[in-house]
């Protein structure tokens, strides 16, 4: 039998085989491209989520900004304790507002809260916080 | 004749006893549209009980059309020795006119002779004695030829195949055209990942950048809890509700409310337990102990 009686099917099998070739060479790059670009953004989300969390917890003014807490309240209810990197702070007498004020200033520095302590005292509060960064 | 055994395919070129030529000089130009009027150039020129498919080629001075009966040229060739399994193209010795400008001897009475253009048969004895016979030239075949059709037992057409082959070709370089145009999505975000480690080039190795992710991660979960849970305490502080005490450490948190009676300290419960934290009554008062793990 010779091939050539069916060069008609050979043809059609040649284009049949470019057809599941080319769809294959499309499908790995795609699956293979798809993958790759999942890896690179998840490592560009991570770098990113990275340098955020060290700009947060590293920054180098925070001890700067730590002396605002001082000047929250009158200079005659703090005991202010500061070290390079670690701050004790002991406020008394303090009205509820400026408990208020003290807490939220607190919380919205880029500190560690190792210890926050809060006693109320007939009508006045007194507040110690131990923190660094 | 004489009978053949084959080992491969052949071409074949026909003499014009299997075929019928006409020439016309038709207003045409392309050979599609002189194909289609072939059949009625012929009318009553051939065999009724024939089945007649036509070739058609532009000469110098019009169109030569050729009607021929593939069937009884398959079933001629096949009787001696060249089933159409082994026939590659059929050609017709018409096409070869130009490069018969001597006699080719078929056999021993017959010679392919070119008169005027047109390749017919003659006996040899109404040549010249002198005349010098030409060696046939098989390695020319021309350029267009005719496939015998269904030869081989196959299943699709010459135009078939083609319109098959061609859609799936398209198909396929389609697919490897798209194939290459993937790999540069990505490109912006490995410029940008560059760009961010150039800034910081502390995190340029995996290891360091792994070791500053777990410190900076486990520090900013633990100091969010701490102030979430500061936050829903100070949510807690409404009217009949007074904060007594609070401490928080990085492990626990305790605070002690005051309530001013029953209804109060029940909703104070319930906003706590909404929150996950553990409450306890404290004996005596209706102060309330809410406390948790970090």
């Not at chain 1, 607190?106 to 007194?126: F, M």
């Not at chain 2, 549209?33 to 065999?47: E, H, R, T, V």
């Not at chain 2, 001597?102 to 004695?129: C, F, R």
């Not at chain 2, 194939?179 to 490995?190: A, C, H, I, L, N």
């Amino acid at each position: 039998m010779s091939l050539k009686g069916y060069q008609n099917e050979l043809i059609v099998a040649a284009a049949l085989l470019l057809f599941a070739g080319g769809w294959l060479y499309k499908y790995q790059k795609q699956t293979g491209e798809i993958e790759h670009a999942r890896e690179v953004r998840q490592e560009l989300a991570e770098v990113k989520q990275l340098i955020a969390l060290k700009k947060i917890w590293g920054e180098p003014k925070t001890a700067k900004k730590v002396d605002m807490l001082q000047k929250s309240v009158a200079p005659g209810k703090v005991t202010w304790q500061k070290s390079a990197k670690k701050l004790h702070a002991v406020f008394a007498g303090l009205s509820a507002r400026e408990v208020n004020t003290v807490v939220t200033k607190i919380l919205n520095l880029p500190v560690q809260i190792k210890q926050l302590e809060i006693n109320k005292n007939g009508n006045a509060y007194h507040v110690e916080c131990t923190c660094k960064w | 004749m004489a009978p053949q055994r084959l080992e491969g395919a052949v071409n074949v070129m026909l003499t014009p006893q299997f075929y019928t030529l006409k020439r016309e000089s038709l207003p045409v130009k392309y050979t599609y549209q002189a194909k289609k009027i072939a059949p009625s150039l012929f009318d009553g020129l051939l065999d009724e009980d024939g089945e007649y498919a036509y070739y058609v080629q532009k000469s110098d001075d019009g169109w030569e059309f050729i009607a021929y009966d593939l069937d009884k040229i398959k079933q001629f060739l096949h009787q001696k020795g060249i089933p159409a399994e082994k026939i590659g193209k059929l050609f017709f010795a018409q096409q070869a006119a130009e490069q018969i400008d001597a006699p080719v001897s078929l056999g021993e009475s017959q010679a392919l002779v070119n008169l005027n253009g047109t390749v017919t048969i003659v006996p040899k004895s109404a040549l010249d004695q002198t005349v010098q016979f030409a060696k046939p030239d098989v390695s020319w075949t021309p350029k267009r030829g005719i496939a015998a059709g269904g030869s081989g037992g196959s299943l699709l057409t010459a135009r078939q195949a083609y319109a098959l082959a061609g859609v799936l070709v398209l198909f396929g370089l389609m697919w490897i055209a798209e194939g290459t145009r993937y790999g540069g999505d990505v490109k912006r975000e490995q410029g940008e990942i560059a760009r961010l480690l150039e800034a910081y080039p502390a995190l340029q190795s995996s290891y360091t950048r792994k070791s500053v992710a777990e410190k900076y991660q486990k520090l900013d979960r633990q100091e969010r809890r701490k102030r979430d849970v500061i936050k829903a305490l100070s949510k807690m502080i409404f009217k009949g509700v007074t904060l007594t005490s609070l401490k928080i450490d990085d492990k626990r948190f305790g605070a002690t409310f005051s309530t001013a009676d029953k209804s109060v300290a029940q909703k104070l419960k319930l906003l706590a337990k909404k929150e996950k934290f553990n409450t306890a009554d404290i004996k005596g008062s209706s102060d309330i102990r809410i406390e948790g793990q970090l």
